[in-house]
């Protein structure tokens, strides 16, 4: 029996080769190397842009959440401001002053608690209050107490 040159085998080893490259491409629906990678290309493409339309609508929620954020910021000072101008107009009114009264701002929305000392000083801490810009509402809370009459 007679040997195979050299030449021969590397000759039976690339038809081997090319064989089992084309079953391998006959494997994928008869799709060639190139529309493989064709199609690999497409997809990879397509996922891209699904990526970047999910960083996009990301930016547009941060960019929501920081806006939604200042303008918390922006209504709790403007509330802060509110309750400091209604308590110094409070404190300038010569039968209120001496009153405890809480005032509390929210959204513009005043509320005042404590106590008034008869329904015409009640009415004039509404006043007062509504005259205070920024304000949009105010809930008078206040209870009429008379000054208790003092005893000697």
Known sequence: ???????LSRSILAVLAGTLILAACDRNDGRT????VDQS??????????IAADVREAGRDARQSAGEAADSLANKSRDMAITAEVNTRL????QLSALQINVDTASGRVVLRGSAPDTDAR???TELARGVDGVVAVDN???????????N
């Not at 029996?1 to 030449?7: G, L, Y």
Request: hydrophobic residues 30%; glycine residues 6%; proline residues 10%.
């Open 91 to 94: 404190a300038r009114d010569s």
């Open 141 to 151: 809370e206040l209870n009429v107490q008379p000054p208790q009459a003092r005893t």
């Open 1 to 7: 029996m007679k040997t195979p040159t050299p030449r």
């Open 33 to 36: 190397a190139g529309q493989q």
């Open 123 to 125: 009415a004039r801490a």
């Open 41 to 50: 290309v497409a997809s990879a493409e397509r996922r891209t842009g699904e």
